[in-house]
């Protein structure tokens, strides 16, 4: 089974047991066997520990995580510590006792070798022989963090039972769900580099084509009109700084609908009356989520393929549906062959003869799932539709810092 498919099993039974002890407290029950309270209070443990490590292994994850872990297993105290053997965490005996810190020396022994063999690393009573004849440590074991292949630090019990084979599994078995936690945490990582990756690739296809465009266009204002040059600028550069913002992976339909209007501001200036343009955006919508730029390839390419014929119109339409926002691009161009434009779209990342269009695909089913990818309808002198459906909620999925929604300044069903 996958590491995410681990976590879901036990996020699911922690679950059901939840609901079972709240069923069975209403009824006045007892809540089943010894077994299932000692399973119950291990799995909701287990859950209050995992937040600090999804964060990835550091003193603040490591001192968070520390005592639910020595909950876990009862023992007299826990230690964490990074690749090198350096302390992160302890919870248990204080760490300033002159016992503690003895016991805290063969922990951090068995740290290092640990990490030099990666294999688990146990110091018995009489090995650590403290010199205190009712010391109440029995054992210190130490266990590899794994990542990857790697090890990336160590978790150490300080146990008051002998170092039998059930407690050596049971230090082996948190460690290994320790490492799981930390694999997360380094998947949740990863995908957000590649999302961020994402964003840059699609920036390298939409710049080009625009800025080159505005430019040209604001240079041929300056001489004629010099106030809408103005205006322009200010558009362009308010575009920009939205497309080119480094801390985006998710924004608000809002947003994403304001930076639009910005894009054919300055192209109704270039294209005239050629562009004609209708937004329908239904108020409700406006707070969704949705990956950044995921809207703006679309209308550029509506625009860019929807004027063949010389004008064309462009609307954007977004509609509240249950549960859904259903958003659709359309304009009433050439439209091409759907064939071609499937196999563009597989190469579009490269080739960028769509701009984008394959990227907003794959990370819309990436954040929402498969069934939220693009949608495109067209053929041959049949114009092109471009609609995804986006869920009004998702779980982990939310735009940094969204402002207070507000229609974009296109006003609803009227040509621009």
Same mark, same amino acid.
């Given at each position: 089974?996958?590491?995410?498919?681990?976590?879901?099993?036990?996020a699911?039974?922690?679950? /059901?047991?939840?609901?079972?002890?709240?069923?069975?407290?209403?009824?006045?029950?007892?809540?089943?066997?010894?077994?299932?309270?000692?399973?119950? &209070? /291990?799995?909701? +443990?287990?859950?209050?520990?995992?937040?600090?490590?999804?964060?990835?292994?550091?003193?603040?994850?490591?001192?968070?995580?520390?005592?639910?872990?020595?909950?876990?297993?009862?023992?007299?105290?826990?230690?964490?510590?990074?690749?090198?053997?350096?302390?992160?965490?302890?919870?248990?005996?204080?760490?300033?006792?002159?016992? /503690?810190?003895?016991?805290? #020396?063969?922990?951090?022994?068995?740290?290092?070798?640990?990490?030099? +063999?990666g294999?688990?690393?146990?110091?018995?009573?009489?090995?650590?022989?403290?010199?205190?004849?009712?010391? $109440?440590?029995?054992?210190?074991?130490?266990?590899?963090?794994?990542?990857?292949?790697?090890?990336?630090?160590?978790?150490?019990?300080?146990?008051?039972?002998?170092?039998?084979?059930?407690?050596?599994?049971?230090?082996?078995?948190?460690?290994?769900?320790?490492?799981?936690?930390?694999?997360?945490?380094?998947?949740?990582?990863?995908?957000?580099?590649?999302?961020?990756?994402?964003?840059?690739?699609?920036?390298?296809?939409?710049? %080009?084509?625009?800025?080159?465009?505005?430019?040209?266009?604001?240079? &041929?204002?300056?001489?004629?009109? $010099?106030?809408?040059?103005? =205006?322009?600028?200010?558009?362009?550069?308010?575009?920009?700084?939205?497309? @080119?913002?480094?801390?985006?992976?998710?924004?608000t !339909?809002?947003?994403?609908?304001? #930076?639009?209007?910005?894009? !054919?501001?300055?192209?109704?200036?270039?294209?005239g =009356?050629?562009?004609?343009?209708?937004?329908?955006?239904? %108020?409700?919508?406006?707070?969704?989520v949705? %990956? @950044?730029? /995921? !809207?703006?390839?679309?209308?550029?390419?509506?625009?860019?393929?929807?004027? *063949?014929?010389?004008?064309? +119109?462009v609307?954007v339409?977004? =509609?509240?549906?249950?549960?859904?926002?259903?958003?659709?691009?359309?304009?009433?161009?050439? *439209?091409?062959?759907?064939?071609?434009?499937?196999?563009e779209?597989?190469?579009?990342?490269? +080739? *960028?003869? &769509?701009v *984008?269009?394959?990227?907003?695909?794959?990370?819309?089913?990436?954040?929402?799932?498969?069934?939220?990818?693009?949608?495109?309808?067209?053929?041959?002198?049949?114009?092109?539709?471009?609609?995804?459906?986006?869920?009004? @909620?998702?779980?982990?999925?939310?735009?940094?810092?969204?402002?207070? $929604?507000s229609?974009?300044?296109?006003? %609803?069903?009227v040509?621009?």
């Amino acid at each position: 089974m996958s590491l995410l498919g681990n976590a879901a099993v036990v996020a699911v039974l922690a679950a /059901a047991l939840t609901a079972g002890l709240m069923y069975r407290m209403r009824r006045r029950r007892p809540f089943g066997t010894d077994a299932d309270l000692a399973t119950y &209070h /291990a799995l909701l +443990t287990m859950a209050q520990a995992s937040p600090p490590l999804r964060e990835r292994l550091s003193a603040a994850s490591a001192t968070g995580a520390a005592p639910h872990l020595r909950a876990l297993l009862s023992c007299l105290a826990v230690v964490l510590t990074d690749d090198e053997g350096g302390m992160l965490a302890w919870d248990g005996e204080p760490a300033h006792d002159v016992d /503690a810190r003895h016991h805290a #020396n063969w922990a951090h022994e068995a740290a290092t070798e640990v990490l030099s +063999t990666g294999r688990q690393q146990v110091r018995s009573q009489r090995e650590m022989d403290c010199g205190r004849a009712n010391c $109440p440590v029995r054992a210190v074991i130490v266990s590899p963090l794994e990542v990857d292949g790697g090890i990336v630090g160590t978790f150490g019990v300080i146990s008051g039972r002998a170092a039998d084979p059930s407690v050596m599994r049971a230090t082996k078995e948190v460690a290994r769900y320790v490492s799981t936690q930390l694999e997360l945490a380094e998947l949740d990582e990863s995908r957000s580099r590649l999302a961020y990756a994402e964003i840059r690739a699609l920036r390298s296809q939409i710049s %080009p084509h625009f800025i080159y465009n505005a430019l040209t266009t604001i240079s &041929h204002c300056i001489k004629t009109d $010099p106030e809408q040059a103005r =205006e322009l600028i200010m558009e362009f550069s308010e575009f920009t700084r939205y497309s @080119f913002r480094a801390d985006a992976e998710f924004t608000t !339909l809002a947003e994403e609908l304001n #930076n639009i209007d910005r894009y !054919l501001i300055v192209e109704k200036a270039r294209f005239g =009356e050629r562009l004609q343009v209708k937004v329908q955006i239904a %108020p409700e919508v406006l707070p969704v989520v949705l %990956p @950044f730029l /995921a !809207l703006q390839p679309l209308v550029e390419n509506a625009v860019r393929h929807g004027l *063949g014929g010389g004008s064309g +119109t462009v609307s954007v339409v977004a =509609e509240n549906v249950g549960s859904e926002c259903v958003i659709s691009v359309e304009d009433d161009g050439i *439209g091409m062959d759907p064939h071609r434009l499937r196999e563009e779209m597989t190469d579009s990342h490269i +080739t *960028g003869a &769509h701009v *984008g269009l394959g990227n907003v695909h794959d990370r819309l089913q990436a954040a929402f799932g498969d069934q939220c990818g693009l949608v495109v309808e067209t053929g041959p002198g049949m114009g092109t539709k471009v609609s995804m459906k986006v869920p009004k @909620f998702s779980r982990g999925v939310r735009a940094i810092a969204p402002p207070a $929604p507000s229609p974009p300044r296109s006003q %609803p069903s009227v040509s621009a």
